[in-house]
């Protein structure tokens, strides 16, 4: 029996990876906050790539639904989407609003009560920046940055971001006039450095903002500003 399958989600992020340049790839999310990723051929993309647009929600039908695997994986979903020559998809209306986050406890990350074959989203005050790791030699001249970001029960984590992210961090960071900066990454990988768990890029998916604007972000920084003043 033959399934057509159809759906409507927003498009939360498109990127191609450098292993797989000809292969376009999408986290997509539907009303409720649920994601699932899909896979986009070099022989579809040409048609239908300016209509892939992050923040769209768009309408997809007649695509193929395969079990997502591999060691890492961007969303909990078992199965992800993959296009093939009867698909189709146009732009639809908001279905929902929303930032589009689903951030996790520092504690939860510290304590190994997050699985590390699954991004996360992260949101915390960027409180340190370094170039490089000063105890591993290896780390020099590789153009590797650390941020170390701090929620508002004061625990930290650190975040290494690979070459790729490095001018864009920097020109995030320059665009940022205030000295509260609020930085979210999202997508962003679990690893264990020295028997600490940190936070780094995956592929070229994390997303990474400063002092975006939206409510949580607001939030945190009203929070941090309060207890710098000393209020409540």
């Given at each position: 029996m033959?399934?057509?399958?159809?759906?409507?989600l927003k498009i939360l992020r498109r990127y191609r990876c450098p292993s797989s340049l000809d292969t376009?790839?999408?986290?997509?999310?539907?009303d409720t906050g649920?994601?699932?990723?899909?896979?986009?051929?070099?022989?579809?993309?040409?048609?239908?790539?300016s209509r892939l647009i992050?923040?769209?929600?768009?309408?997809?039908?007649?695509?193929?639904?395969?079990?997502a695997v591999g060691s890492f994986r961007l969303t909990l979903h078992?199965?992800?989407?993959?296009?093939?020559?009867?698909?189709?998809?146009?732009?639809?209306?908001?279905?929902?609003?929303?930032?589009?986050f689903g951030f996790v406890q520092f504690e939860d990350i510290?304590?190994?009560?997050?699985?590390?074959?699954?991004?996360?989203?992260l949101i915390g005050r960027l409180v340190s920046i370094i170039d490089f790791d000063h105890s591993d030699p290896g780390d020099y001249g590789c153009q590797q940055l650390y941020l170390e970001l701090e929620n508002e029960a004061s625990t930290r984590i650190r975040c290494r971001l690979s070459r790729a992210y490095y001018q864009k961090c920097l020109e995030g960071l320059r665009n940022c006039n205030d000295h509260i900066i609020i930085c979210v990454m999202q997508f962003a990988k679990l690893e264990l450095s020295r028997g600490i768990?940190?936070?780094?890029?995956?592929?070229?998916c994390t997303q990474l903002l400063f002092n975006p604007m939206f409510n949580e972000v607001s939030r945190m920084r009203a929070v941090f500003a309060a207890s710098e003043y000393g209020t409540s």
């Open positions: 033959h399934v057509r399958y159809v759906v409507k376009l790839q999408l986290v997509l999310s539907d649920d994601r699932i990723q899909a896979t986009i051929g070099e022989g579809y993309v040409a048609n239908i790539s992050e923040g769209r929600w768009i309408f997809i039908k007649d695509f193929d639904l395969v079990n078992d199965y992800k989407i993959c296009w093939k020559l009867e698909t189709s998809c146009w732009k639809i209306g908001p279905l929902a609003s929303g930032d589009d510290i304590g190994g009560f997050r699985d590390p074959n699954f991004s996360v989203d768990v940190q936070a780094t890029t995956a592929c070229t």
